[in-house]
């Protein structure tokens, strides 16, 4: 791998998440020695990327740096038309026209040569056709989640019982039969996942939840990776 190739792809890596990753890691994945990934750390610290870490410690990507967004390689190309042809299969009309859409623009921003990848992929998402329906409209899910603001869910169990919720909507989770919407339940005073088959009828409230969507994700991500480790010490 060329250098200028290398430099590029520590800066990828670095962005790809905001925890800190070791040069061992990155070695790994370049296929390279740590002490040229420490030289190249080093090179990009003094071109004033702003790179925060040590040694032995790991390395994350400060904000304020970006790069060109339109220099994107064959597999990644590829990869977002894969990943939009997932929700175009998947999604609610709202993001399947989303999907569409971003596979258009991309196609009409990248280079010549790498064209074809979007408007002839090699690869293909197919619909799912086990998906079960819902009665939940997702396009206002979505909006909640971004404003920060509750729903209140009429929602059937497994045993059909109807239970009256009012919940904190932070995310959704798209399986091959159905979809969950995660959030804080009022009711149980707990994190709660309703599938969305289930939901009976929804009210889009005005009222704010008092805490930001991005917090609860990651206070729910915390306690499941607590649940899994707790898990995996037990068994």
Known sequence: MRRADRLFQIIQILRRTRRPVTADAI????ETSKRTVYRDIADLIGQRAPIRGEAGVGYILEDGFDLPPLMLTPDE??????GAQMVAARGDPALKRAAEDLIAKIAAVIPETLRPLALEPATRALPNWHAKPDNLDMAEVRRAIRAGRK?????????ERETRRTVWPFAIGYYETSRLLVTWCELRQAFRSFRTDRVSAAEFTDERYPERPAALRARWRRLREEHWQNMKEAG
């Open 77 to 82: 190309v590829e990869a977002a038309v894969l």
């Open 27 to 30: 070695a790994q994945e370049l």
């Open 151 to 159: 729903i209140a869910l009429t929602y059937r169990d497994e045993q």
